[in-house]
């Protein structure tokens, strides 16, 4: 198995970066893109293997789409002039890819099957599934539709009324794309508001959407025209430098054109709440998506309590929280995170185990993990679990622990941050990375 070595002699993380695009923001960008009739152009994409496989997918249905690293120009005959695909759409490691392409496809006028890799296909898809069978998608697959492979008759759909029984922005976003071409008005209400970029989008593309506190409203019959997306940094890259920041006394890290959307900001309310100093130095609240500077420095840090309603604005920074929460002083409880364990893989579980290793005093609960700092962490080997953010977690690691970190299947963290540990070279002074 490839393991990329990672070691560092007295790092101190210093300087300016600009994390690469928002894959969340990426994912939808091509969607509506493609969905809309005309051309789009979107700036900042994120060029990981995730969103390549959503730019596939479209190629595959007769959608234009040029690329030229981050700059991304379609041109789309519009959805309803899509072509049956010859082969199966393969979604890769992406459950955004996955569970958005349903509600899409469940809608269209074509027929297609999804797939997907080893650990997206035992990924559930019924959260997804079952209120798009309720709006009358023609869906089948293995164990009740839960499981890829899943092969989609579009057809005409009726609108629902729908309370999310977990927050989810995958979920939420499928139904919100089927209630596109459904007859009548779909509504979707959450109890926690998850990340809220399909609703801003879908207002740039001209849908007849309309947000009411905790309730999403969608007119069916909608024609969306191709419009220009910029992309901001993704935060939930930054995170694993935010985290190292605050980590390491000495350091200061200013983080250049980061997305700011307050349904993703979890993350800045946590390390103040730990002790960082952040510092917003700019914020641009313009059409779509707001953005801004931002630096992280630390003077140390302190536990702390994360749960409710917190959750879904930081759910992917987790594993990096975990690891922050090493180096505080005093126990940080992590509840109310039991979607975790559904993710790229059960993150409670890998998390807890591979700090284990390193000699953190850390413990998994059904719905999170407690954490008691500080911890003097050692080298050793961690596994990935070819998920993107165990791996760069265990990257962060190596900033932290006394010897070297050998990290198993480094090559899962192209998904999301391709560029990884060129950039953690970058910022790191006093460095001796080996790869
Ligand atoms: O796309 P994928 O594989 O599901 O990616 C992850 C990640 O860590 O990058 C989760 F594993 O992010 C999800 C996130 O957890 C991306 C996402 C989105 O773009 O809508 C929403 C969140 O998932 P969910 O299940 O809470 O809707």
Same mark, same amino acid.
């Given at each position: 198995m490839e393991t990329k070595i990672v070691e560092f002699t007295k790092p101190v993380l210093q300087g300016d970066m600009a994390v690469p695009g928002d894959k969340s923001i990426s994912h939808r960008a091509v969607m509506l893109g493609s969905i809309a009739k005309g051309q789009t152009q979107i700036t900042g994409f994120l060029d990981g293997e995730d969103c390549l496989h959503t730019i596939d997918i479209f190629r595959q249905l007769g959608v234009s789409i040029e690329r030229d690293g981050t700059s991304v120009m379609i041109d789309?005959?519009?959805?309803?002039?899509?072509?049956?695909?010859?082969? !199966?759409? $393969?979604?890769?490691?992406?459950?955004?890819?996955?569970?958005?392409m349903l509600g899409i496809l469940a809608g269209s006028t074509i027929n297609s099957v999804l797939t997907g890799d080893e650990s997206l296909s035992?990924?559930?898809?019924?959260?997804?599934?079952?209120? #798009?069978?309720?709006?009358?998608? /023609?869906?089948?697959?293995?164990?009740? /539709?839960?499981?890829?492979?899943? /092969?989609?008759?579009?057809?005409?759909?009726?609108?629902?009324? $729908?309370?999310m029984p977990v927050a989810s922005a995958q979920v939420k976003s499928a139904i919100l794309f089927a209630g #596109? !071409?459904?007859?009548?008005?779909?509504?979707?209400?959450e109890e926690t508001v998850s990340r809220d970029h399909t609703e801003r989008m879908l207002l740039q593309f001209g849908a007849k959407i309309r947000v009411d506190g905790n309730k999403v409203h969608v007119k069916g019959g909608n024609v969306l025209h191709g419009t220009d997306v910029i992309v901001p940094g993704d935060i939930s890259s930054a995170a694993f430098f935010m985290a190292a920041?605050?980590?390491?006394?000495? /350091?200061?890290?200013?983080?250049? +054109? @980061?997305?700011?959307?307050?349904?993703?900001?979890?993350?800045?309310? @946590? #390390?103040?709440?730990?002790?960082?100093? @952040?510092?917003?130095?700019e914020k641009v609240d313009g059409i779509g998506e707001p953005y801004g500077t931002v630096n992280v420095s630390t003077e140390g840090l302190r536990g702390t309590e994360?749960?409710?309603?917190?959750?879904p604005r930081l759910i992917d920074e987790l594993p990096i929280i975990a690891l922050m929460a090493t180096q505080a002083v005093g126990t940080t409880i992590i509840k109310d995170a039991g979607e975790l364990r559904v993710?790229?893989?059960?993150?409670?579980?890998?998390?807890?185990?591979?700090?284990?290793?390193?000699?953190? +005093?850390?413990?998994a609960t059904d719905d999170g993990m407690i954490i008691h700092g500080p911890s003097k962490l050692s080298g050793g080997t961690l596994a990935s679990y070819g998920d993107h953010r165990l791996g760069m977690m265990a990257g962060i690691a190596a900033l932290v622990a006394s010897s070297p970190i050998h990290i198993e299947n480094p090559a899962c963290i192209a998904v999301s941050y391709p560029g990884f540990f060129d950039d953690l070279e970058k910022l790191t002074v006093s460095k001796n990375a080996k790869g």
């Open positions: 789309s005959p519009g959805m309803q002039e899509w072509e049956t695909p010859a082969d !199966n759409l $393969y979604a890769g490691n992406s459950g955004t890819t996955a569970r958005l035992k990924r559930p898809m019924n959260r997804v599934t079952l209120p #798009l069978a309720s709006m009358g998608a /023609s869906i089948a697959g293995d164990s009740d /539709s839960n499981l890829l492979p899943i /092969s989609i008759t579009g057809v005409t759909l009726s609108a629902i009324d $729908y309370e #596109l !071409n459904a007859e009548g008005t779909t509504t979707i209400s920041a605050a980590m390491i006394k000495g /350091s200061s890290v200013t983080f250049t +054109n @980061v997305g700011l959307n307050p349904t993703r900001t979890g993350i800045i309310d @946590v #390390l103040e709440s730990m002790g960082a100093r @952040v510092e917003i130095l994360i749960s409710g309603n917190l959750i993710k790229e893989t059960d993150r409670i579980a890998a998390v807890t185990s591979e700090l284990k290793k390193i000699g953190a +005093n850390i413990e």
